[in-house]
Nanobody
Framework: QVQLVESGGGLVQAGGSLRLSCAAS????????IGWFRQGPGKEREVVAT????????YYSDSVKGRFTISRDNSKDTAYLQMNSLKPEDTAVYYC???????????????WGQGTQVTVSS
């Protein structure tokens, strides 16, 4: 399996921006669809965004569409989540995940990073 390490979380004021990174190792990165998920306090984990093997196709949850952008650089074995116009309800632990299946099979992600905390203050 691929190993994933997230970075870039932190504390930001509402309306601000953060960019999360997900560095992969262990397997051919371009063979995996990548997803970002989050789990807020007292909430279930939810999908935020996913991206195809090549990066040509993406999916966004309605709650982040138009504010977040997922991307990947296969030459660097890294995926990104650019988060703009952050809201307090975006506060969560954000996880990077991988699957060998297509990006739209959101239940198939089975390799997970350790997570990075994002806190948005009002």
């Amino acid at each position: 399996q691929v190993q994933l390490v997230e970075s870039g979380g932190g504390l930001v004021q509402a309306g601000g921006s953060l960019r999360l990174s997900c560095a992969a190792s262990g397997r051919t990165f371009s063979g995996y669809s990548i997803g970002w998920f989050r789990q807020g306090p007292g909430k279930e984990r939810e999908v935020v965004a996913t991206i195809s093997w090549s990066g040509s196709s993406t999916y966004y949850s309605d709650s982040v569409k138009g504010r977040f952008t997922i991307s990947r650089d296969n030459s660097k074995d890294t995926a990104y989540l650019q988060m703009n116009s952050l809201k307090p309800e975006d506060t969560a632990v954000y996880y990077c995940a991988a699957t060998v299946y297509a990006y739209y099979y959101t239940d198939s992600f089975n390799s997970w990073g350790q997570g990075t905390q994002v806190t948005v203050s009002s």
